[in-house]
């Protein structure tokens, strides 16, 4: 079983349109957890850091569930922008080990 | 989040040779790391660069295929040594923003012939 797994996709949504991508992690040590943004040919980027409680930013909302291993991401009113591979990131225990999902990757068309 | 530059940006290069990638970031930094991302594939970890100490390698990965040197608190190469084609990838340095949070470089797209 990989570490960590995602729905490689893709997505293909209309702008506008509400999408969701799951992320389930096997090591329930993990104690971070992130959402990266990787656009074609370019280094992945920090979206943003999920929190047990959840977090919110902007259009952007991540969830973590710790008693299921799941982590999620909901992007609403998507924007062509968007348009990217998604990559669902954690920790190991007590460690600086980042372990990257295969990634997600979103189309949105006009 | 530190500014950080790699250089090269891209090469191609002949099968037996090695290449060395810099990394240089704009402010001081306690850990770097060294990664790969191998074409359609995600980030694997290669080495974790520390000033001042050997770098730690993940399995898989030996120091005679990928030496590393982190000579100040702002700069780390990583080689690739011997090559051969299955070493096309792009490389990719990264440090630790703290709270875990990780900033990338650029990378590095290595073409290997």
């Known amino acids: 079983r990989k570490e960590v797994e995602q729905d490689p996709g893709p997505f293909n949504v209309p702008e506008g349109a509400t999408v969701a991508f799951n992320c389930t992690y096997s090591?329930?040590?993990?104690?971070?957890f992130f959402w990266y943004r990787q656009d074609c040919r370019k280094e992945p980027k920090l979206l943003m850091s999920?929190?047990?409680s959840g977090n919110e930013d902007g259009r952007f909302t991540a969830q973590l569930n710790r008693a299921s291993q799941y982590i999620s991401l909901l992007i609403r009113d998507s924007k062509l922008s968007d348009s990217a591979t998604y990559l669902c990131v954690v920790t190991a225990y007590n460690t600086d080990k980042l372990i990257f999902g295969t990634g997600t990757r979103l189309q949105v068309f006009p | 989040s530190a500014v950080i530059s790699q250089k090269p940006s891209r090469d191609i290069c002949q099968r037996g040779t090695s290449l060395t990638i810099q990394c240089q970031v704009d402010?001081?930094?306690?850990?770097m790391f060294w990664y790969r991302q191998q074409p359609g594939q995600s980030l694997t970890l290669i080495a974790t660069a520390n000033q001042g100490s050997e770098a730690t390698y993940e399995s898989g990965f030996v120091i005679d295929k990928f030496p590393i040197s982190r000579p100040n608190l702002t700069f780390s190469t990583l080689t690739v040594s011997n090559m051969s084609p299955e070493d096309s990838s792009i490389y990719l340095c990264?440090?630790?923003?703290?709270?875990?949070?990780?900033?990338f470089g650029p990378g590095t797209r290595l073409t290997v012939l």
């Open positions: 990264s440090v630790d923003g703290g709270f875990n949070e990780q900033f």
């Open positions: 999920v929190y047990s």
């Open positions: 090591n329930s040590a993990s104690q971070s």
């Open positions: 402010s001081q930094v306690t850990m």
